[in-house]
């Protein structure tokens, strides 16, 4: 479902991502940690080229896009495989809830707008907005504008949905509501990558678990590998350093 | 109209009209001095709402801002001296040079006025409040704290206003001051050269705009130098 | 010299009739402006070779060089140069069949222009980065972006700069009377000059247009709220 080989890129001479090489497959959870700085959101933002890689290819779905080469069109192509939940969510700020979800729907699948309009009511059902059609994203709380988010990625039928953060910009009272609906999708079998900070979430939720440090991925395996028997340093100190406010306890019981 | 283009008039033109660039200069120096003055005393009067002034204040700027400079102009150029004559003060044979002045800085006073009571309005109310809290006055913690705070933020569109002041001034010649464009028309009247004056004009006038410019752009960085830059976190 | 109130208000139905010359040397050159700032302004943002160097010169020389200058280069320059041209090519065309309004409009088109661009690329840029990201997310081109999503949101937040400009050009448009246009303050010229009242005929003329200030401003005002309905939020 994603293919990336060899993505390089740099911000100013900087070296941000310094080679990654990744296979998801269909229906795969893939969580992304690791600390600020490394890497994480370009990652994410280079699988739909809202930051273009100076080197490597990149697949998502059929459309694959050598860097070097990439013509407008097949960025074009190559974003219409995925859709994406921003940190600060990046809702239309001029359209209400239902317009929002219907946007996508409208300009890139080219549904007639009744269509799409029951298209995005059933999506906004999804994630517990049925009753906020009409508000603007300005008249929602946070966690309800990141379920619009959500609705809207959802309601474009993506092959992979990239979540960034998607509930760092929360106050804490409203991240659980968010990341219930986040599970939810998930056992759908929706192919995602979820770059997150919040640790027992990822554990809970995805396939398999990637840590970057440096721009590099320094170790991959299942939430139980990662989390329970790290093989790097580097990642053994970054979960010491995170969890701590995890009960162990809580993670031993979850480990058998 | 004219005669066939000759640019190489434009070499003798400038320096010729720019010996009258002093009576510009002179026009817009007054006019924003007096328009300071009158500028900040009307929106110290909007800000603290002086019963009866402060409804004046409002008049005159909403009649500033609604009509042309050209009508403004005209009106105080006939009607200045019909009103002093009510008080038996003939200033008939003042000199025209001095109604643009008292035009462009009732015209400035409004301009600023604007300027400077949306910039003490956008002074953070929590500095009064510091300022009361070290012991401060009303009037210590207005002088002390807020304005200058105000006139900070005020510096840019007091910038602009006054560069738009200074193109206005090419409108004094319409009741026949002598400045660079009352020359200009002497020029074309001598030498049916229009294009050729008016293109040396606009010359002397984008170069004094853009000297206003940059003077304004290192005077903001200077005063705006104490203040922390925004760094923002890349996400 | 004393003042004749009466006189006011004959001046004032009489400089009236000039009303229609007014707006259409305001709103003509609006409307051709807001295509050609609109132009720049996209020209300027995306940085287009060749055409940037051109666009950010125009802008800031017809932003450094007061209107008037704009109305006469182009009231001397351009008859010059159409004589040339329609020389040249045997056109048996000339200049001086054309009416000066024609001169007038093409100045304060040229002039609306350049205030506009500058409104629209503040506007734009004001739009956050966000706003374009979460279109492309969707899988919308920059064109579809732009027009769908970017633009609406500058159109909307540009409207108080909007009825500046608007409001700016209304008053510009008194300038027309130096080349004889017979504009609201043309009109209260000629008044003024047969009827020897000129305070009279200024302050009516004045007053047509502080009235067409006080409306443009509360449609503006009610235009606004309405536009941006959107951005006052209810919570947060
Ligand atoms: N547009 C940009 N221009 C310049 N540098 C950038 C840009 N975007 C990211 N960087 C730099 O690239 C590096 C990696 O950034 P990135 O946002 O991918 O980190 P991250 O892992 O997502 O961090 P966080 O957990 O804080 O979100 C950082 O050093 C950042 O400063
Ligand atoms: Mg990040």
Partial sequence: MIYLKDIRKSFNQQPVLKGINLKVGKGEVVAILGPSGSGKTTLLRCLNFLDKPDEGIVQVGDVQVKTKKATKREILSLRRQSAMVFQHYNLFAHKTVLENVMEGLIVTKKYKKTDAKRESELMLKKVGLEDKHHHYPSQLSGGQQQRVGIARALALNPQVILFDEPTSALDPELVGEVLSVIKTIAQEGITMVIVTHEMSFAREVSDRVLFMDGGVIVEEGSPLEIFNAPKEERTRQFLNRISRDIPIPYLEEKAN | MGKSFDPSLIVNFVPTLIHYLGVTLQILAASVSLGMILG?????LRVFRIPILNQFVILYISFIRGTPILIQLFLVFYGLPAI???INIDISRMEALYFVIITYA???GAHFAEIFRGAIKAVDHGQTEAAYSVG???GQSFRRIVLPQAI?????NIANAIIGSLKDTSLAFTIGVMDMMGRGETLIAATAHGLEVYLSLSIIYYAVVLLFEKIFRLYENRIN????????AAG | MTIDILFIWTAFKEILKALPTTLFLTILPLFAGFLIGLAV??????????????ANGYVSFFRGTPIIMHIMLIYFGLPLLIDQISAKFDWGFQSNSIPISLFVLTALSLSAGAYLSEIFRSGIISVSNGQMEAAYSIGMNTFQAMTRIVLPQAMAQSIPNF???FIGFLHTSSIAFIVSQKEITGAANIVASTNLKFLESFIAAGFIYWGLTIMAEGLSFFIEKKATAYNRGGLQ
């Fill in chain 2, 152 to 156: 900070r933020i005020a510096f840019p």
């Fill in chain 2, 106 to 108: 009732l015209s400035n």
């Fill in chain 2, 84 to 86: 002093l004559l009510f």
């Fill in chain 2, 225 to 232: 130098r104490h203040q922390a830059v925004n760094v923002s």
């Fill in chain 2, 40 to 44: 900040i005393t009307a929106a110290i």
């Fill in chain 3, 41 to 54: 302004a996209l020209i300027r943002i995306y940085k287009v070779k060749y055409l940037s160097g051109v």
């Fill in chain 2, 136 to 138: 401060m006055n009303n």
């Fill in chain 3, 163 to 165: 009825t500046n400009i």
